[in-house]
């Protein structure tokens, strides 16, 4: 793949009056595509220069109760959509991204490739998958070599390609010298085989992602005198692909392609336009969604004797049972500490 191309903004003068569009604000779509002129009756600059509203304070001291639960967002409910669309695509010449918003998928890829956000690795890298999947208690970071990013740090890149992307199939036309005879290679034991172009990746686009999971912290600040949440880390799910002998491809689940630690995300996410379905003059970002919880989300664990998932013991319509009972139980609890 070519390199992604990233759009900047200049300076808008109009009437006499200079009107600063932040330049490159994140990499992401601003209204104003050439100079002198705006796509719309006024430039949009609050999302992309509001200030990220900071977490209140909590002490250990004063949390009387709490919870970790996880959660998925499925991406194919209505209500999430505005995270899932516009979808992207990733072409052999270009990363087509729409022009007005992105979805979130789009900003996540946007600046891992810049370095901007950390990736941390569902497994140890070094079992090369083997190993236990507990990407969420975020213990392997994914890091780029200092001042370095996706397109300046080969490494780096060399190990990206397995969490935003994936392996092509294999061709089985040989590659072939200057007279068009197939190069053949002798292998340490004696054998020859022909020689094949490596394997083209294949990268995630926005329609891929299918959920995102989020780990999360309820809790009782008597302090504040609220039962508060906070997202601790969230990742992209997809489905998980296979293929069989003779070439037919199969979903047999899904997989993570990485964790991200959410109260960095904040500040990458409070600054990209999210749809409002309601009215087009008050878009928010996709901080204030989480923030307000404007999203539907089902629980698959919470915090067990046993570690284990929902499904390990619920299936069907009973696990989905079980995650409500576990929404009903936090509301309970706080009906129950705040009613005198």
């Known amino acids: ?17 200079a009107y600063s569009q932040v330049e490159g604000i994140n990499g ?33 001291a004063d949390v009387v109760w709490s919870r970790r639960v996880w959660e998925y967002i499925d991406l194919r409910e209505k209500i999430n959509h505005e995270l899932y669309y516009p979808l992207d695509e990733i072409t052999p010449y270009a990363w087509v991204r729409n022009a007005t918003r992105w979805s979130l998928w789009t900003v996540i890829r946007q600046h891992v490739l ?8 569902p497994y140890d890298p070094l079992s090369f998958g083997l190993s236990k999947w507990d990407g969420d208690q975020l213990k392997y970071p994914i890091d780029p070599q200092p001042g370095l990013n996706f397109y300046t740090d080969s490494a780096f890149r060399d190990q990206m390609v397995y969490y935003i992307g994936r392996l092509g199939p294999q061709s089985d036309i040989p590659l072939t010298d200057d007279y068009g005879d197939p190069i053949i290679i002798t292998n340490p034991d004696g054998s020859q085989e022909y020689k094949y172009p490596p394997r083209d990746t294949i990268w995630f686009n926005s329609s891929d992602i299918i959920q995102y999971r989020l780990k999360e912290d309820w809790f009782l600040d008597k302090e504040r005198s609220v039962l508060d949440v906070r997202i601790i880390a969230m990742a992209p799910v997809v489905y998980n692909i296979e293929e069989d002998a003779n070439g037919n491809k199969n979903i047999s689940g899904t997989r993570e392609l990485f964790w991200l630690y959410f109260p960095h995300c904040r500040f990458v996410f409070n600054n990209y336009f999210l749809y409002n ?8 970002s996709f901080d204030d969604l989480f923030w307000k919880r404007r999203f539907n989300a089902v629980a698959y664990k919470e915090s067990n004797v046993y570690d284990r998932e929902i499904e390990s013991f619920r299936t069907g319509i009973d696990a989905l ?4 009972d576990i929404k009903n139980e936090i509301r309970n609890i706080e009906h129950d500490v705040w009613s005198f």
């Open 321 to 324: 049972y079980e995650a409500e």
């Open 1 to 17: 793949m070519k390199s992604l191309f990233i759009s900047a903004v200049g300076v808008l003068l109009l009437g006499g009056t």
């Open 114 to 121: 810049n370095g901007d956000l950390r990736v941390f690795s």
């Open 28 to 60: 992401g779509p601003v209204n104003v595509p050439t100079e002198g002129v705006i796509d719309g009756v006024y430039i949009q600059e609050h999302i992309p220069t509001k200030r990220m509203i900071p977490y209140e304070h909590v002490r250990e």
């Open 277 to 284: 379905t309601k009215n087009d003059a008050q878009w928010m």
